[in-house]
Structures are given as structure tokens and as C-alpha cells.
């Protein structure tokens, strides 16, 4: 699908070319302002977000406090600010500000508190120093992101001092990181007309060097749709990516395709949607329609390959647009927000802020997985007693009802389990601690058969265990929708041999999986009329895949994606399975002998946030198994499934009828 919309458009070449993860340049940034096709460079800018963030959408809990209103800059595009002593002018104290901030902190418990306000021309240093230190001291656990480029400028002026002077005393307050506003468009010409008096662009950028350079973490913006050409929107991209580069810290992870690390000091980038009521420009503001709008996020995605996260901003967007923005290459729905007034004052119609479970809602509307984050994009866990915003009860990203203590969970080291497995093992005992999760639950790994040992004794209250396992075991039970299954081709799961099928006569299993063992006897006999012998085997050299004493040899999980397959037939179980019942085959589920309520919450919760993180999953993954990244995030993305349905259901019990029509089932019980 992909394919065809990119291929057909007028911009094929430079899409093509961006998900190739080569750099595009301004005119093709341009070009692809200029192109009607914006479902074509949607699509592109949506599979880039796939691949740098999956299919998560972070969002905050957070609080914006806009301290004054007054301003000495006076941009012609904003109608926030205003001049000393007018009638509504206001400057908090302190106090106020701390206030403001502790009025909402028992419902919310923010992790967040975003600060800006307008250039003050009297407030001196120690104000904003002892407003971000009155509030680490009241909440020391929240995030200060505070003062846009233009105010540090100002503060630091203020204090005669240089702008890193100003930012290390501002640290040392507690601030702990920079919103991106103030950007606007750096092009002269744009500045000269709508904030004649701000400060340059090269000055902003000046500022956020000296921020990154000093282990301060910023965002970006952009403020579009008033008098900028595309090729101004497309050369303020440039600069954001150019600095970016400049304040990249190795390690430097893969961002997409392209490999261009997302370690620089800009977080993420905001495209602002310019309001224009009350403002001295309204007659200037250009007349966007929503695509218009989409194509800026979709655009930022595909310029700014070194920057993590795209940013929607509902709040200028509209929730119904930011939900669209995130298929657009969006990834990011921003915050609970709460009290707003830059906007509001320029007439947005919006909300001021959104509760944790309508913005959980909007974007799970959106087909992604919503993820509570904080300033710095940690994942952010809540235990049961802390409570999201509206959200009685709390949540580990929507786990009330932890498993219950001293849990122990069984694991196999294999490629298909780990999007299911992967949050577990990176909860760690603080992380544990904070999101209520009991100290004794653990992960053990094993292989198959010890597992389906270990559960049998009751020593593990849950593991991945073969369907098949399931059948033998009727003391499990199965959690009710998490399985690993496929709805054709397994790749994983395959009968090699050196003679045409019909000649088999002879095959060696490896019994690891026992479904995939059990499955292939009940395919070579019902589809290929053979009950060939069975003997049992343990692959000892992946270049011989099938032993001597063997016509055919069935091989699972890694050794047989990885294994040299040249001149051998192959049948793929996942095929044959569908061609023979029409339905997914489900090789594994989770199991224990008592599935509580919250070990479910658990389980589903780990494949939820997994599944969202499976490009990060399968970069790892690719370097553990020497195979290509493309070929383990496909494997993991597109030929394993991992929700169990109506068909995989129904799969399971045909395959449990089938097994017991051709007497595996006792033939396997009196083995065991
Ligand atoms: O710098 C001012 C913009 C910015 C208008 O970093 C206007 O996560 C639209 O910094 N219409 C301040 N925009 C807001 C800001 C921000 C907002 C959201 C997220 C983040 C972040 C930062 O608001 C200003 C200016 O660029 N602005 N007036 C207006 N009429
Ligand atoms: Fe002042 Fe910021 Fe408004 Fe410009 S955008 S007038 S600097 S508050």
C-alpha cells in the first residue's frame, strides 16, 4: 500500500529517497510543500514515525503556568503580551506561581510544570531563581521545563551576564529543561514582520548551543502560517536539523532507516498553528485548510531525521486534528496542559486542558498505544495509590491490579517472544518500587520443556508455553488474548528436507516447540497422505540442518530463520497449517495455573507497551542474531501476531481436536 501511493505520486523520488533514509534537502523540502499529494507523503512520514517510535504516542501530565503577561518585545503576532501597567497586565509572585502550581497537584500529581511567559523589564534574576527553586522544594519529583530561548536572552540580559551564566545559576535553581518557543521563523525577512523587535534567529540558536552544550535538553518550534514562503518553513527545519547535529552525544542509536542518532539536545519539534485573532497580523494570516496543516507535520517528519519526537500541540491544533497529526508522523500528543493563554488570547476554541483519560482515549482512537512520559521521555510508571489526572486508581500505564507478590514468570529467549518479555525485564527494582509492582516478581529463563516443568511444580506462575503444552496440561490456564501466532508464512517454524515431500520417509524433530512437532505430523498426513517415522534431535550444526539418519528435519525458532535453506525443499508450518484449516496457526500462549486478574493486567500491559517499542526491540535483536534489521522488525511487525481473536481460538481448538483425532495427545502424555 505503501508502495503504490509513494510510487504514484508527483514526489516519488524524494519520498523514496527519505525512506531510504537519505537527507533531504531544501528544495525538496519544497517540492513536497508544493505537491497536492498529501496522502502520499503522509503515508511516508507515518512509516518513518513507525520506525524511530512504533506505534506509541507519549503523552505528559503536566501543568503550564504563564507567570506575566507583560512584555517588552511586543511581536506583532501575539496577543498574550502586554505593556507595563495596561488593565490587564499581571505579574505573578512567587507564591502565586507556587500556588497555581499546588492547586491542582493532589488530583494530577504532574510530572511536568512548562513555564513561559513574556519578556518582564524589571523582574531581576533571583525571581526566576526562586521561583524554580520554591517549586523543586514543594515538588521535588516534578520536571521544571521553563523560559523559552528568547527569555533566558532576556534574563541573562537583565542580569548582565552572559546566557550561560544565566542557564547554569537557572540549573542550579532547578530548572531542567528548555521549552521550544521563541523560534517562530528564523528567516529575517519573516522576523522583520511579525516580531520586528525579537531577537534573531541565529541568537535563539545561539542560546539553545550553549543549553545542549551544557546538558540541557530543549524542544523546538516552529511558528507556521502566517507571511513564511515554504522555502523560509523548509530552511528553519535545516537549521533545527544542522544544530541538531552539532549537539549530538555519542552514543548515537538509529533513527529510522537512516541511522542518524536522536542524541542531540533538541527532544522534539513543535509545529505551532498561528492564531490570529487579537493580534496585529490577523490580516496577514494565511488561509491553511487541514490538509495544509497535516502536510506540516508529515514534512517536519521526513526533514528532521535526527529528531526524535513530532510534537502535536492539541491545544493550537484542535484534538480532532492532532489525532489525524498522528498518523502524519506525529508521535506525541503533548500534555494534560490545564490552564492555557497564549493561544486563548489569539482566539483558540480548544479546551484548556485535557484529562489522562480523554487524551488516553483520543489517541488510542488513533489505533496507537498511548504512553505517559515524562520531560525527557522516560516511560513514566504510576502505582495504584498515585492517580493519573480524572483517573481514580492510578495506573502502570493502565495496570491497577498488580500481580500478585513473589510473581515469577518463566521466558524463552526466543526472537517471537520478546515484544511480550520485553518490559518485564527492564522493570527494575526502582521502577518496580514506584509503580507498585511487587519486589519478588521475577523473570526466569528457560527452555520449553524445563518451563512446562516448572509450571507443572507450581514454581512459576506463568510462562509462554506451547498451545500443544496446553492441551497436555489441562491445569493451565490461558491468558485469554496474548498468544504468538501466524496467519501464513512463519518463517520460524519449518520442515527442511533433502527429498522431494513425497519421498519423505524419515523425519528428525526438534521437539522445542511442541506444537510446531505436533502440527507438522498432523500436516504431512492429512495434506501430503504420509506418516513418515518421527525421531527426536537437537540440532548441533546450523550448517547441517538435517542429520544424516534423517530425510527431513523440523526446526524452530531462530536456528530455523538463520539456518542455510539452498537446494533443500522447505515447508513453511504456518502455511501448510493455513492451506490445510484456513486459519492462523497459534504456536504459543501465555499459561499459569491461575491467571488472576492482575497478572493478566500485566502480561497485556508488557505486549502493549512491547509491541510499541518493536523498533527498538528488533535493533537489538538484529545485532544479537546477526540478521538484517528490515528482516527482524518485518518478522516481528507483520508475520507474527500477537493478539488472540475469534480465529486464533478457533484455531487452537481444531488444532486440539485434530490432536487428539491422530492420538498425539496420549502419545505425548505417556512419553511425558
Ligand atoms: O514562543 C505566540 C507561540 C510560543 C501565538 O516546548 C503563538 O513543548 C500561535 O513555547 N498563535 C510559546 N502561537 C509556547 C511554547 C510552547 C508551546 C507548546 C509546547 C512547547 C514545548 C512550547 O507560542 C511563542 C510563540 O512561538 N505563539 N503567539 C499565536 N498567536
Ligand atoms: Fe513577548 Fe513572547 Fe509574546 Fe513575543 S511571543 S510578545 S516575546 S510574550
Redesign the pocket.
Known sequence: MLDVMVNNSDVADILIRALDGERLTVDDGVRLFESEDMFAIGAAANEIRGRINGKLTRYVVNR?INYTDICANR?R????SRSEGGPDAYAMTVDEVVAKAASEWEQMKFTEL?I?GGLHPTLPLSYYTDMLSELKRRFSSVHI?AF?A?EIAHIADMAQMSARDALVKLREAGLGS???????VFSPRVRSIICPEKMPGSEWLDVMRTAHGLGIK????M?Y?HVETYRERVEHMVALRELQDETKTPPFPPLGKGGRGGCGGFM?F?P????????E?GDLAAALSAQDHLKVYAISRLMLDNIGHI?V?W??LGPKLAQVGLSFGADDF?GTVVEEK??H????TTPMGLTVPEIKRLIEETGTIAVERDTLYNEVTRNEHSGCWGEPGGCWGGISNPAPASTKLGCLPYLNVRPLVYTLERACPERRRRSGLPEGWELTYAPPSELARMLAAGEIAAAPVSSFACFLNTDLEICPDICIAADGPVRSVLLLSRVPVGRIERVALDTSSLSGAAMIRIILQEAHGLRPEFVRFRMQDPLAPIPPHADAALLIGDPAMLCPKDGLVVLDVGVEWKNLTGLPAVFAVWAGRQMTGGLISLLREAKRVGLGLLPEIAREESARLGLSYEACHEYLAEVISYDMGERERESLEVFRQKAAAHGLLEREAVRR
Open positions: 503550564h511581536c503576532f501575539c496577543a498574550f512548562h513561559v521545563q523559552t528568547v528548555i521549552p521550544g518557543g521563541g523560534a517562530e530543549s524542544n523546538c518550534t511558528l502560517g522534539s513543535i505551532l498553528r498561528f492564531h490570529a485573532k487579537n493580534t497580523l510534537k500541540f491545544i493550537m503533548d497564549i493561544t488570547r489569539a482566539g483558540a
